[in-house]
């Protein structure tokens, strides 16, 4: 059963529109709200199996209850120094960043339209949502400095909504696991002004919000399809797995606003390193500072919520073969 796009999209829009006009909040209410949004256990005593009525309420209640009611039009984007403004702009990341989340609101949303199920359905729909926010803080970032992107394409819906759905939320996954730790290294380099930092913040949590739906989703969808179904379904997720490892050593071209063709690497969150820190971090480095800034973002969510597993796996696998001490974990510690 398909239910309509755009009367989804409206009426929840309508919703959450309404919960964030009129008001600025204080300090004491946006420190509440980020704390909501990284803490969050189920009140269900026992286990959560995938597939289960508990499991999925847990996973749609967690969704709602750590929404982080963020406005992108009141917020402060703090005036940069020369030196800062043009390390923010010399980023090639923009024009994909802005183009990704318009794509990413739009696939969650026509899969949403997709689903029977009303809460799963509410929840990426709720998902989708929150990805057009994510477009709308980057574009008024790029307003707020000056950022001159390619023109945008047309967002069209797609013809296969659980294929987009499915590239989507794995590329997700991939992206947020550097991205956490790029993150903070650009923190701890003092690259960027704390400020700035702390104004994305809230964005970069809610990537891992949606990362942990989309693993849980995953789960739930293939103990509830018929068995017949799960050899199709387990060969496209292969597939889509083929598909980004072939788009990440690529390259992308665009033009930018003045009609010049631009090449953009679609691997910036590993080789964004150089751009955020001026100081010679190591592949192994790198890797660890992620791994230990991807458990610190899940650390605060219910234990029987399952996580996004293949890029963490694939980074302690690879790390094992880099004889080097974990200098990463000696700073954490410290």
Request: proline content about 7%.
């Amino acid at each position: 059963m398909s239910h309509s796009l755009s009367d989804l999209e409206a009426r929840l829009s309508g919703s959450l529109d309404d919960n964030l006009a009129g008001r600025l909040p204080d300090a004491a209410t946006v420190a509440a709200a980020d704390a909501r949004a990284r803490h969050w256990i189920s009140p269900h005593q026992g286990p959560l199996k995938p597939g289960s009525p508990e499991h999925k309420q847990a996973v749609c209640r967690m969704f709602e209850e750590t929404f982080n009611p963020y406005k992108p039009s009141v917020i402060p984007w703090p005036k940069l120094e020369p030196e800062a403004l043009a390390r923010i702009t010399s980023l090639p990341i923009w024009d994909i960043a802005v183009q990704t989340e318009g794509k990413a609101r739009l696939r969650m949303s026509a899969y949403a339209a997709t689903i029977d199920d009303p809460e799963m359905r509410e929840t990426i729909a709720r998902n989708g949502w929150e990805e057009n926010r994510h477009k709308e803080v980057l574009s008024r970032l790029v307003e707020a400095y000056g950022i001159q992107l390619a023109p945008e394409p047309e967002y069209v819906p797609p013809r296969d909504p659980e294929w987009a759905y499915l590239v989507t939320g794995f590329s997700e996954c991939v992206d947020s696991f550097f991205a956490f730790g790029l993150f903070e290294m650009a923190r701890r380099s003092g690259f960027f002004p704390q400020e700035l930092t702390d104004t994305f913040e809230p964005v970069i949590q809610e990537e891992c919000r949606h990362i942990l739906l989309f693993a849980n989703w995953l789960a739930w969808h293939r103990a509830t399809m018929p068995w017949w179904k799960r050899p199709w379904f387990e060969l496209r997720v292969l597939a889509v797995w083929v598909f980004l490892g072939w788009e990440r050593i690529g390259l992308a071209k665009t033009v930018d606003g003045e009609g010049r063709e631009r090449t953009q690497d679609n691997n910036f969150t590993v080789t964004g390193a150089k751009a955020v820190s001026a100081e010679d971090y190591s592949l192994a480095d790198i890797i660890d500072l992620c791994l230990i800034e991807n458990d610190r973002r899940f650390a605060g969510y219910d234990p029987r919520l399952l996580r996004p597993t293949t890029m963490p796996a694939l980074a302690r696998f690879a790390r094992w073969f880099m004889r080097k001490p974990n200098r990463m974990a000696q700073q954490a510690r410290a």
